[in-house]
Nanobody, 125 residues
Framework: QLAFAESGGGLVQAGGSLNVSCAASGFTLDDRHIGWFRQAPGKEREGVSCISPSDHFAAYRDSVRGRFTISRDNAKNSVHLLMNDLKPEDSAIYYC??????????????????WGPGVQVTVSS
């Protein structure tokens, strides 16, 4: 059964860094486009970043570009999101999910609703 498990969240002060990870089970990530999404209380879930399988093309939402870096480790069947210079508005539950792609490039649109439990990221001001 396809499943994701996120880990690595926590509490950090503004300006700090966190690295969240996503491990897949029941399938391999080698040829999949994977995305990170987040949802803050009272807000809709939004796409944060995604990464493609072949050339590791990556996309980011404007508010995190230059601060967040997505990467993948196919040998460990996992995807990671390094978050630097965190801001209070980055506080949310972070999830990974399969995403759509166009012409081989991932998009910030979830392909299905197979969400993991997510991981809490809290940034204090």
């Amino acid at each position: 059964q396809l499943a994701f498990a996120e880990s690595g969240g926590g509490l950090v002060q503004a300006g700090g860094s966190l690295n969240v990870s996503c491990a897949a089970s029941g399938f391999t990530l080698d040829d999949r486009h994977i995305g990170w999404f987040r949802q803050a209380p009272g807000k809709e879930r939004e796409g944060v970043s995604c990464i493609s399988p072949s050339d590791h093309f990556a996309a980011y939402r404007d508010s995190v570009r230059g601060r967040f870096t997505i990467s993948r480790d196919n040998a460990k069947n996992s995807v990671h999101l390094l978050m630097n210079d965190l801001k209070p508005e980055d506080s949310a539950i972070y999830y990974c999910v399969l995403v759509y792609a166009s012409y081989g490039r991932c998009q910030l649109r979830n392909l299905n609703n197979h969400w993991g439990p997510g991981v809490q990221v809290t940034v204090s001001s």
